[in-house]
């Protein structure tokens, strides 16, 4: 009902707009008073996680997507390889699993038959498996060794969006959890990034309150795109395939997430006169080469007469040059940057669903939860 949606058009229009609140629930309570990570709830020993070598990622669809964008946070910060998997795949190819493996299973229901079946494997192996999911009390958590809970709330809507970010958040504490057990990192170094995030919310506030009307028009304008091409570089790749598992959710257009280092072997391609292309721009004052290499390939997609959508940091006047039109970022670490970037993805998709008269929330042939494998 009208009621129960609290007054947004859809379930995913109220969902997207909980993004801010989603990141501050998941990060609330897990701090002593001295602002170091009290993961309390887990119930796995510290030595348990200063032994882990390896850290697989188990989910299916959006919650892939975080476990990936996850990857490049944990593996900087905590120095052991982080693989991420389909659940689906995972299972039926004979994974290394050691008793020093921690597999993370993500997942929003927590009812996910394939991402289920994936962890009674590793833990089979003789793995341990820890739970990243939003619902209490659900089959995934419980049949897992721990759980670190995402706070997002209840999400109806199929396509999953405030889950994202809160599995990102969780990822990250967890991360920055193992870092601390381990010593990978300085305590100074964690409540930095931990003062950073907490500032997120207000970030994606900002998005939502200032960037909307830009992505409806914006989707107004592409409503006849037969397909869509995503491009990001680093984190920026996961949100990129996020990005288009939402077009292809509840618009029904075909459209693929790339890493634009590959546009070159094969996908630039596909790029024609008027093809609409969504690149992921990071922030011009990181201190690598990531931001030129993405603006080189803007320039390389738009030389071939594509429709160039940017997300780019606010103040970067590089874009200008080479986006049709951009969405924009408050300044934010890199690490940190999907939290933001998703959002306008999230909204986009939403206005091109609502524009072809779509069940924004009940898209054709999908559920919610799928426990059948
Ligand atoms: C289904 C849903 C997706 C979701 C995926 C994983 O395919 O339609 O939105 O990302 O399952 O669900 P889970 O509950 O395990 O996160």
Known sequence: SAAEKGGWDSYMDKEIHEDPAAVSETLLGRFDPKGNLDLDEVHIDEDVFRQVDKIIVIACGTASYAGLVAKYAIEHWVRIPVEVELAHEFRYRDPILTPRTLVVAISQSGETMDTLMALRHAREQGSRVLAICNTQGSTIPRESDAVLYTHAGPEIAVASTKAFVAQIVAAYLLGLYLAQVKGTMFRDEIRHIVTDLKAMPEKIQWVLDTQADTVSKTARQMLNAHSFIFLGRHVGYPVAMEGALKLKEIAYTFSEG??????????????????????????????DVLHSKMISSIEEVKARGAFTIAIAEEGDESVANYADVTFWRPQCPTLLSPLVDVVPLQLFAMDMSMLKQNDVDKPRNLAKSVTVE
């Open 258 to 287: 790339f890493a634009a280092g590959e546009l070159k072997h094969g996908p630039i391609a596909l790029v024609d006169e008027g093809e609409p292309v969504v690149c992921i721009v990071p922030s011009p004052r990181g201190r």
